[in-house]
């Protein structure tokens, strides 16, 4: 909960990760790519405040204390939701696994929400695999990373048949939410990984699912945007947007907010740390007095007032996974309904 | 503003092969370089700081070394940025022979391997790409090309244009600044009409002039394309800055 001006937040951070990436995880073999996928990591936390940023040796692998202090404590979350990326090939034990994020968060009932992942390349196992996740877990999510490498492939798309397969039993098991994050490679190599567009068919094609693209399709900013504003169940996720330009370059940071705000909408936004790449406590300080600067640049982007701010900090996440929020923290009833799924339009007269 | 193109040692480039005292050559291969854009950030790879040096022998043999921000950057890009630079300087006069060597990037090995044998994108990643990256770069461009027209209109609307007289502008008729310029090149180069008869406004994929109705979405759609590119182009930047302590041969500041 994060308190300002007599305005309460209830906070949910929808993207945060819990990783062992020191040396003792790497696979004999891969440890360049162990090695340099965490340096990546670390260069991100670079863009943060110099005062939060922590040794290559602590972000490579830190506590269950660390993280309980840095993202509840001291960070003001009320519900956090973990995000697994696995990346096996490099990572013995997995980057950080729904069964390594479990186990932590199992002792702290209530904080968390176990998302789980899937791979279409798994096939038959790996269908087998998120029915028995989503039984153990409860799991309501899922995070799905298409550059991860796989037995020589490197990487997929929504749109594979195999994938659609997945889809299908994601609705059959009773999982909303679909947190899609695009990566440098894809298979084939000649064509552009990070593009959006399967998403989009995705989308269109399970309609009860919502597909909550993750780094707000960075660095396909633009083509996320015009693909968010004609697709009813496609989210926003900030984690990396606030990270990486709220305060290193502000400016920007207020150009893609204004292009968020008038494309996607403040009921479609995702607030998410990154955690452990940067620590919560400064981004949602930072964000609740965000404003636009006094400038004519940014004259016709929609506001952000309060409510907008409480949506996006927890209370769209919040509905999409179906968290309880206290009374003290809701809006208000004209203040609108937080991730309202028809506010999305065609904006052609703008 | 330009910063000082150090070459300190001991940084994780290893960028210690800078060019002390530059013969024409190796300005010439610099000033070549500065021709190579990122296909992604539409800017030269020497501003960007992606140039760690570049250095040409007395008997014309001409030595780059590139680096980009992480060391998963996609492959693809990368290997046009490898590509575009061993073909510029190659064509140096005075210039002998090129090696570029891009660094401390995971697909590096295929990648200099397969410019140094001017193999061609699918073969020096054989079995993973189907064909050459010239659809990904034409891709590209017409983003650069909706960037750009942002970058030409913006001022127009702030010194009060209308959105109509926009639709009825031709390139002869807009006041000339870099960005015209810039603007008109990447349609150019797309086989778009680029001429001073030239519509202001087109559309990127065909090159027909945009309709009445379409023009607010389209000005919308160019400004979203410029803000992606610029912050793409930033986060890069940051995270170029925070992997090398050494600025690239004619890095700038955004």
Redesign the interface.
Known sequence: MYEKNGEKYFVVDGHMHYWNAAPDNWVPGAE??AK??I??F???M??GPPETHWSLEHFQKYSEDDLMKDVFEDGYVDVAVFQPTYLKEWYKEGFNTTERNALMGEKHPGKFVYNTRWDPRDGDEGLEVLRRNVERFGSKGCKLYTAEWNTGS?GWKLTDPGAYRYLEKCQELGIKNIHVHK???I????????DVADVDHAATDFPDLNFIVEHVG??????F??MATQEPNVYAGLAVVIG??MH??PR?FA??M??LL??VGEDKMLFGSDYAIWEPKWQIEGFVDWDFPDS?DFSDYPRLGVAGKKKILGLNAAKLYGIEVPAEFQLAPDQGTPAAPDDAQL???? | MTAPATSRAGGPGGSSSRASSPSPQAGGALAALATVRDP?LDEPITSLGFVASCAVSPDGDARVRLRL????????FAFLMVADAYDAVSKVPGVRSTEVVLEDH?ASDAINGGVAAQAG??AS?DG??????H??RA?FLR?AVLAGTDQVCRPLL?AGASRASLLAMTLGEVPASGALDRLRQRRAELGLPSGPGAPLLIDPATGERIREEAA??HL??A???R??I???S??CR??L???YETSGLGEEEQ
């Open positions: 360049q790519y340099g996928w340096e990546c670390h260069a991100y670079g863009l490197r990566g440098p490679t298979w084939p190599l000649d064509k552009d990984a990070f960075l660095p396909r900013i633009d083509d945007c015009y990486a330009l290193a370059r920007f150009r893609v204004g292009e008038f494309w004519d904006v052609a007269g703008a | 992604e921000p992480t060391y998963f950057c996609a492959p693809n995971f994108f699918a990643f993973e790409a189907v064909s050459e990256l659809g990904l891709d983003k702030a607010p979405l919308r759609r400004r979203s394309s803000i992606s610029e912050a793409n930033s986060i940051g995270m800055r925070h992997r």
